[in-house]
């Protein structure tokens, strides 16, 4: 009985002792996960490159203050990655809090949700920056946020709640069959959660986590709300230093453009592998 639930557990749902034994079909390792890394990071860096050197030889508004854009687009990128990875967090920790037998667990989960979900993420970003270090102080806590923290906070609150609908159903959707297996085998709900359901449910909501990166860096321009300055809080600068929008809105636009390509490029060449790996 054991033996027969260990290779339920073990095997992919449908296959086969030989299909998981293939190569293609195996998890994915650190050495591709780093060579991935590696590759988007010199990605963006190149793309940093070529937008400096394009954006240097466009007229006036635009060639002057070339500088000006390609550092609003870093910072773009940069608070894209860290709300994305605290957002996974964030996102996986309330995942899983929702689907909880106990109510005590869900319900702080749902209470999360429920907010960030239910209210703009401008308001957010707001709150975070103006409201939360009062709010702070008032209980005894000296916290100054500067403004590129008070938007990773409020950014990766947001993507975070909707992740966690994401893990949510990732979760579920695994066959109740896995977890009884794991269960026959002495492993607890913890290590059953963390070691057969959860790897399994990630490789599953891969794409829906990836639409919300990609969201991410989008909505990331509400930080100008705030005086961060990223790419469409610079592109306003040099609109309203030159009184030239078109140009200058044109390029904020095809920067944002040249952004979200590099990334979806990449995140799709993870959700490839990922299917791969799991067929």
Known sequence: MQISSLFYLTLPSG????????PRN?????GAILLWLVGAAAAFLLLFYLITVILRQMPDPIGPRADLFVEGAQITLQLTVVSGLIGLIIGVVAGI???????????????FVWLIRGTPLLIQILFVYNALPPILAGIGLDVQLNEFWSAVIALSL???AYNAEVIRAGILAIPRGQTEAARSLGLSGAQTMRTVVLPQALRLVVPP?????????KDSSLASSIALLELTLAGQRVSSESFLPVPV???VGAVYLALTTVMTFFTDQLERRVKIATR
């Not at 195996?26 to 650190?30: A, C, E, K, M, Y």
């Not at 809090?97 to 209470?111: F, H, M």
């Not at 986590?209 to 860096?217: D, E, I, K, P």
């Open 15 to 22: 296959g086969s002792l030989d299909d998981s034994c293939h």
């Open 26 to 30: 195996q998890p994915l390792g650190p």
């Open 97 to 111: 809090q929702k689907t909880s037998a106990s109510w005590l667990v869900r319900a702080p989960a749902n209470l």
């Open 158 to 160: 947001n993507v975070g």
């Open 209 to 217: 986590l990836v639409n919300n990166l990609v969201a991410l860096l």
């Open 249 to 251: 809105l044109t390029t």
